[in-house]
């Protein structure tokens, strides 16, 4: 079980940290991810965050977010800076049991979002 929180609705520029609480055995070696969908887009890779805390970022949010975890709780983080219009959807949080991938089809399992909205 997943669960987000921490989205809502900001403006240009604004910072946002979301957060995912875990329930999963073995999260420790999992990799985590967020994944987000825009209305009538496809489900996007945003950042994930390996076993190892090595993080990847998709390339629109290189240098603006910062994915982080503690294996202590169970939680991984999004922190979101210079947040744009186009950043506005619903972000996911999703583990991987065992890998790193940047595909949502690989994951295992899946929260049910959060919504981020930013407003010009």
């Known amino acids: 079980l997943l669960v987000e929180s921490g989205g809502g609705s900001v403006q240009v520029g604004d910072s946002l940290r979301l957060s995912c609480e875990a329930s999963i055995r073995g999260f420790e070696g999992a990799g985590m991810g967020w994944f987000r969908q825009a209305p009538g887009k496809a489900r996007e890779f945003v950042a994930m965050i390996a076993y190892s805390g090595n993080g990847y970022y998709a390339a629109d949010v290189k240098g603006r977010f910062t994915i982080s975890r503690d294996n202590s709780k169970n939680m991984v983080y999004l922190q979101m800076h210079h947040l744009k219009p186009e950043d506005t959807a619903v972000y996911y949080c999703?583990?991987?049991?065992?890998?790193?991938?940047?595909?949502?089809?690989?994951?295992?399992?899946w929260g049910q979002g959060t919504q981020v909205t930013v407003s010009s």
């Open positions: 999703a583990a991987e049991v065992h890998g790193s991938s940047q595909y949502a089809r690989d994951y295992d399992y």
